[in-house]
Every structure is written in structure tokens, then in C-alpha cells.
């Protein structure tokens, strides 16, 4: 019975270990560095997700009255909050980055057709 107890008792404990904060800001700094390799949708999702999740046990910790818990991972949640928008600024400015040269890449090619055109309009007014 008392072996019954303390196998449930282990369980309990390493299924809330699994979802604990300090799991959370793991997998948090995990899914940011992933992101900041290759920063798609889908990443930054799974990001904003996990730091949501880390806001609702750190509510939660704050509810049970575990200050010191709470300010650690207050201060962890706004590390990686803001190493999270810098790396969305990042994407944003490489996005327009590349929107821009994109565009200039356009032009340069209209601007040769252009330049073809006039010169097969010259050639067939000399002819």
C-alpha cells in the first residue's frame, strides 16, 4: 500500500516538474532560439504560445502567494519578451529589407525592357 502511495506520490511530483516554469522557460529560450534561426510564422507562434503559458503559471504562483517564485520568473518572462521582439524586429527589418531589393530588382528589370523597347523603336524608324 505505502509502495502504492509513494509511486503515486513520484508521479505527481514529475508531472507537475513537467509543467513547471522553470520547463516553460526552457522550452521558451528553445522555441526563441529557433526562432531566431529561422524566424516563420509558425515559430513565433509556438513562442508567443509558451510565453502566454509561463504569464498563467506565474499568475498562478502569485495566487499561491510565492513571491520569490514570482519575481524570478517576472524577470525571466521579460528577458525573453524581450529578446522576442527583437527578434521579430529583426525579421521585420530583413522582410523589408528584402521587400526593398525585391522592388529595385523589378525596377531594373523594367527598366531594361524599356531600354530594349526604345532601341527596337529606333532600329525599326531607321529601317
Do not use: H, W, Y
Amino acid at each position: 500500500m505505502k509502495t502504492r502511495f509513494l509511486l503515486c506520490a513520484l508521479a505527481a511530483v514529475f508531472l507537475a516538474a513537467c509543467d513547471s516554469p522553470e520547463r516553460t522557460v526552457q522550452t521558451a529560450r528553445k522555441q526563441l532560439n529557433e526562432f531566431q534561426a529561422v524566424p516563420d510564422s509558425a515559430r513565433q507562434a509556438a513562442v508567443e504560445q509558451t510565453l502566454a503559458k509561463l504569464d498563467g503559471q506565474i499568475a498562478e504562483l502569485e495566487k499561491k502567494g510565492d513571491t520569490v517564485q514570482v519575481d524570478l520568473f517576472r524577470r525571466q518572462a521579460a528577458s525573453l519578451k524581450g529578446d522576442f521582439q527583437a527578434a521579430r524586429l529583426a525579421k521585420t527589418i530583413n522582410d523589408t529589407k528584402n521587400a526593398i531589393k525585391g522592388i529595385g530588382e523589378a525596377m531594373k528589370d523594367a527598366g531594361k525592357s524599356f531600354s530594349e523597347t526604345l532601341k527596337n523603336s529606333a532600329k525599326d524608324t531607321n529601317e
